[in-house]
């Protein structure tokens, strides 16, 4: 079965940036969408971004356009998401996700596959 590892959540002020990662334990998940989605307490797990199997296609949530920006590199069987700009009201636990389409996908329930999560926690 995949196994989806995320890493590079932590603590930082508003105004600061952060580097996820989502590594993924099989080659062939480079032939697939891949999603971040995240959940803030007391909250439902929202999308935030999506990226096509090339890296050549991808889509954001309203509420980060402009500040986050998601990448793969399918030689390190690796996603990454590139937050800037961060604000309170990113804090939330991130989950990796990946889908059997080779396109990206806004819906949650088109990930198949989720990472374990990494907190992101923003102070004001």
């Known amino acids: 079965q995949v196994q989806l590892v995320e890493s590079g959540g932590g603590l930082v002020q508003a105004g600061g940036s952060l580097r996820l990662s989502c590594a993924a334990s099989?080659?062939?998940?480079?032939?697939?969408?891949m999603g971040w989605f995240r959940q803030a307490p007391g909250k439902e797990r929202e999308f935030v971004a999506a990226?096509?199997?090339?890296?050549?296609?991808?889509g954001y949530a309203d509420s980060v356009k402009g500040r986050f920006t998601i990448s793969r590199d399918n030689a390190k069987n690796t996603v990454y998401l590139q937050m800037n700009n961060l604000n309170p009201e990113d804090t939330a636990v991130y989950y990796c996700?990946?889908?059997?389409?080779?396109?990206?996908?806004?819906?949650?329930?088109?990930?198949?596959?989720w990472g374990q999560g990494t907190q992101v926690t923003v102070s004001s």
């Open positions: 996700a990946g889908t059997y389409g080779s396109s990206w996908y806004r819906h949650l329930n088109e990930y198949s596959y």
């Open positions: 099989e080659r062939t998940r480079s032939s697939y969408g």
């Open positions: 990226i096509n199997w090339s890296g050549g296609s991808t």
